[in-house]
C-alpha cells in the first residue's frame, strides 16, 4: 500500500468529507476482512493531493428489463471467419462475393476445375457395395476354424442413436453460454441475470456512478443504454437507496463497510423505487401484522383529520363572532 499524505480531511463525495484518521481506520478494518482474499483488498494513492482508492467492487444484478447482448464480437467473428468454407468460388448459398476476383472471366474456369476435382473426390470416396442390401463391403480376411464375433444391426443401430442423442445434447448446449453463472440465450441475445448473483469490476475511486455502470456492461458486451439503469445500496434491514450519478461507488462501499451481509450494491432500473427506514422496519413482518399496522395507521390517520377539523370549525367560529361585534360596534356608532 502506498504512502498517504497527510491530509486533515478528505473528501468522498461531493460536500462530503471524512477525517484523515477515520479514512485509515475504515481502510485498516476493509482490508483485514478481506485478509483471506487479497484480491478484493483496497489499495490507496496520492495524485496532486487528492486520495485515490483502487481495487474490486462487488456489484448484485437486481435488473428486470430485458438485457440485450452482443452476438458479434471479437470472438465470434473470428470464429465465423475460421468457420468459412475455403472453396475460393463458391460460399454456401452457392453465389460468389462480388470484389473477390479481379477478373470476372476466370469464374468459370474456377468452377470448372473446382467441379472436376469434386468429381474425382466423390469417385475415390464412393462406397463399394457388396450385396443389394447396400452394406459397404468389408475387407475380405483369410479363412480360418476361428469365428470371430461381430456386432449386429441392432447394436449398430442403438450405438447410432446414442450417438445422435449425443450430439443434440452438445448442439443445444453450445446454443447456451454462462458469463460469471448468469445465463443467456444464444439465438435470442437476451441475457437474463439471476436476481442476486453477484460479479465485481476493478474500478478507482475517481469513477462515478454513470461510468461504473458503462464499465459493467462493456465488461460483458451488453448493448442496452447505461442511463437505463442505477446503482442502488441495499440494506440488510431492505433498506434501499439509489446512488446520485455524480457519487462514487467505491467510497459507498468503503463507508458502508466489506461485509456483504449488511450492505449490497445493485445494479436495478433506474426507477426502481426507494425504502425508507421508516417503511423498511416493517417489510420483514408476516401479512397479518401488517395489515394490523395498517389499519391503526388509518385510525390514527382518521383521527388526526377529525381534529384537524374541528380545530378549524373552532377558529373559523371564532372568527366570524368577532367580526359580528365589531359590525354591531360600527353600526350603534354611526346612530
Known sequence: MNTVHLQPEIQVQKGKTISR????????????????????????????GRIVLEGLLDISWGVHQPIRLQINDEKSRSQTKGAQSPDPVMNKRGMTRWGEFDNLCNIAVLE?????ETDEQEAIQQPVFETSTLKPQRNR???????????????LVKMRAKNQAVAAAQKAKRHRF????????YKTSIFTPTKGSITSVRINSTLT???????LLHKFKIENDPNDFALYVVHATEEKKKLKDTSFPLWERLLHGPSRKIVKIYLMDKDAEEISIDVAQYIKFELPILNAILHKLNEEEEKYIENALLRYRMEKRSLVQQLRRRMMVRAETSV
Open 21 to 48: 484518521l477515520e479514512f485509515l481506520s475504515l481502510l485498516k478494518t476493509y482490508n483485514c476482512f478481506h485478509e483471506d482474499k487479497k484480491n478484493f483488498q483496497l489499495s490507496s494513492y496520492d495524485i496532486n
Open 141 to 155: 480376411e483369410p479363412e480360418s476354424g476361428i469365428l470371430i464375433r461381430t456386432r449386429s444391426d441392432v447394436s
Open 178 to 185: 454462462s458469463i460469471n453463472g448468469h445465463f443467456y440465450n
Open 209 to 215: 456512478t454513470k461510468e461504473v455502470i458503462a464499465l
Open 112 to 116: 470448372e476445375e473446382a467441379g472436376s
